[in-house]
């Protein structure tokens, strides 16, 4: 089967490089892609919202299975349009989606549905808002209710800092329509935790548990970014809680969509803090997560094209998804002055010897997965905030950081920065 994959990180490498180790797959198109994922598929330059582009690509190929990456395509409606045109897609609905484009839905289904989340209010008027923050405790946390590229979440320690975030979103709108409408809600303090889940609108099939290190540097200090590592799966979803997070967070929010006339089909992912051992929902989103699938897909041991068919098919109740018992570490690098301005074009040094094989067994533990990267000639060089994920597996968390940090030290560009305690928690936790 041809397979086409929409997207062009560290995510997407991560998808295609999994989907090519399938023996039932003759062919595989990734929508743009990246230089590290021209090794394994057919990169072809449409952009991943461009959905008449796409459709037409995937009609002219006779594409399968397309699989969606980024959530701006999945909320502009791809997986209805492909439909429509009788393609297998994986990934859900607009409606379906809204569970992450919009704060305020994703926070009126979990009340509906008795999910345990923190305590919130919405608001569209500037002044009620106000208002509203006036009275209530601090640390306070101010979101965008639309997608904002984890930019729209403003954890605010003043009461001055509240009101900045939500004048911006709803008197400056310096969020445009994402910030058209305010979700205000109590601080968690605990520890993060995602739960991925594939569901195909009824049965839900939990991934092992990760966890991402958002700030930019050591020690989770300076500005969050989008990921600058993760690790699983993490030792503080123990086998207690992640099926506490199944039976009254992931089921739960898959019925409530069913009954909205919105069934899920695809990744739905749970953002969690646990809060004295109990899972409360930060966020959903409708795909997977990045970096979160670099460590999650390696370590996945059945034919991930099998569960993503079953899960197209309605069938993924009849499907017994397995996981090796293994650790995995991923280190993202970045350009320097990241999550700020940062330059690009920088040659990248000490890949060759470093590109995933499509090799299915564990041989090769080291896996460099591309995502701010592009050909220049020869070379390969920097395109992106982000510009790889190296990821190592091993059998316990020490082997796993060690092949990690010792591939990203045989890499080097100018500006590279990465952080030196990815997994240092789990590695703490003497697994
Ligand atoms: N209620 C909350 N209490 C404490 N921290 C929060 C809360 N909501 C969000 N955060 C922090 O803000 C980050 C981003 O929020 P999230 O809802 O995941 O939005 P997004 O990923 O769309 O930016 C979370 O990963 C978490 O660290
Ligand atoms: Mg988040």
């Known amino acids: 089967m041809k397979v086409l994959v929409i997207g062009s990180g560290g995510r997407e490498h991560a998808l295609v490089w999994k989907i090519a180790q399938s023996p039932r797959v003759s062919g595989i198109f990734c929508a743009p892609g990246n230089a590290g994922i021209e090794s394994l598929a057919r990169c072809v330059p449409i952009a991943a919202d461009d959905i008449a582009g796409l459709k037409a690509f995937a009609l002219s190929e006779q594409i399968d299975l397309t699989v969606v990456g980024p959530e701006g395509a999945l909320a502009l409606g791809i997986a209805d349009e492909f439909r429509r045109a009788k393609l297998r897609i994986f990934g859900p609905t607009r409606g379906a989606a809204q569970i992450e484009a919009s704060k305020s839905f994703a926070k009126e289904l979990m009340v509906r549905a008795r999910i345990p989340t923190a305590a919130s209010r919405t608001f569209e008027v500037l002044d009620q808002a106000l208002a509203y923050l006036e009275h209530h405790p601090l640390p306070v946390v101010v979101k965008a209710d639309g997608l904002a590229q984890g930019k729209g979440v403003v954890v605010a ?113 749970a953002g969690l803090m646990i809060v004295r051992g109990r899972p409360y929902v930060l966020e959903f989103n409708a795909r997977f997560g990045d970096p979160e699938t670099q ?137």
């Open 157 to 269: 320690a003043t009461r001055e800092q509240a009101r900045e975030a939500v004048t911006d979103m709803l008197g400056k709108q310096s969020f445009g329509a994402a910030g058209r409408r305010v979700v205000i809600e109590e601080f968690l303090d605990g520890e993060e935790v995602t739960i991925m889940a594939f569901t195909d609108g009824k049965a839900v099939v939990p991934m092992v548990a990760a966890q991402d290190h958002k700030r930019v540097g050591d020690g989770d200090t300076g500005p969050n970014t989008g990921g600058m590592g993760a690790y699983a799966p993490a030792p503080v979803a123990t086998p207690a809680l992640r099926s506490e997070v199944v039976q009254r967070v992931l089921r739960p929010a898959v019925e409530a969509l069913l009954q909205v006339g919105s069934p899920f089909y695809g990744v739905l992912y």
């Open 295 to 431: 460590v999650v897909l390696p370590l996945l041991k059945t034919d991930l094209v099998d569960v993503m068919e079953a899960v197209v098919e309605h069938r993924l109740d009849q499907l017994e998804v397995e996981w090796h018992d293994r650790a995995a570490v991923c280190v993202v690098l970045t350009s320097a002055g990241y999550p700020g301005s940062y330059d690009t074009g920088r040659p990248i040094r000490g890949l060759a010897d470093l590109s995933p094989s499509t090799s299915p067994s564990f041989s090769d533990d080291t896996l460099v997965f591309h995502a701010g990267t592009k050909r220049d000639g020869n070379e390969v060089v920097t395109a992106g905030g982000r510009v790889l994920g190296v990821t190592g597996v091993g059998p316990r968390w020490t082997e796993a950081s060690e092949r990690a940090y010792k591939a990203v030290r045989a890499i080097s560009f100018d500006g590279c920065h990465f952080r030196t305690d990815i997994a240092a928690r789990a590695l703490r936790s003497g697994a």
